[in-house]
């Protein structure tokens, strides 16, 4: 059994699909509840006893400034990369803080702290079952949760990937070197970081479900979803 050293929070991107409150807010800084999103991951994570954070920011990267101040222990990494590459710029520039991690997004909300409890027996993504069409990634486990495929274009059955990961120390250098390789030698800026663990270099990995509700991660993709998850966490307080 491992223990979560730290975590990564990745929050450099546009999120153009959340315009136009993004034109002026970076996404994972728009309140939800009276909260920036990202803030509500932060007070997750310190919850659960994780205070060691990187923040990776990019677009409108001032604008979380003070959370350096607000949150002592976090640190901001700058991406400069975050205008012309995918996510996998985010985390190359972050992979020096790769250990026993927990990586997240900044633009969801963690409704149920207990997921980013430190003890963790195996690497792996959290995942909700599902018995509908849903073009999100599928993940596909044996009866132990090991992940054995993962579906990129969606399916009616499996498993959804959901943006946190919790990574052991030696998954983690494998992930740190693969990263080098991808954006150093590669040049292959396009592509997700995840990509590299579930699809480039999936043989290399052992990785695990970590089975969640459906509702235990809200991921906020339009205006028009964030109005109506303010609505239920309204009618919920």
Known sequence: MAEIENAIIMAAGLGTRMRPLTYKTP???IRVAGKPMVESVIEGLHQNGIYDISIVVGYLAEQFNYLGEK???VKLINNPYYNQYNNISSLYVARNELKNTVILDGDQLVMNP???KREFAHSGYAGAKIDRFTDEWIMHPDQNGKILQCD?????????LYSLSKWQAEDSLRLKDYLEEEFEHAHHYDIYWDDIAMFDYF???SLYVMPIAANDIIEIDSVDQLKQVEQQLTKRG
């Open 27 to 29: 996404k994972p800084l």
């Open 71 to 73: 949150y002592p222990e």
């Open 114 to 116: 207990k997921l980013l």
């Open 152 to 160: 990129r274009s969606g399916n009616d059955h499996g498993w959804r």
């Open 203 to 205: 043989d290399e990995f």
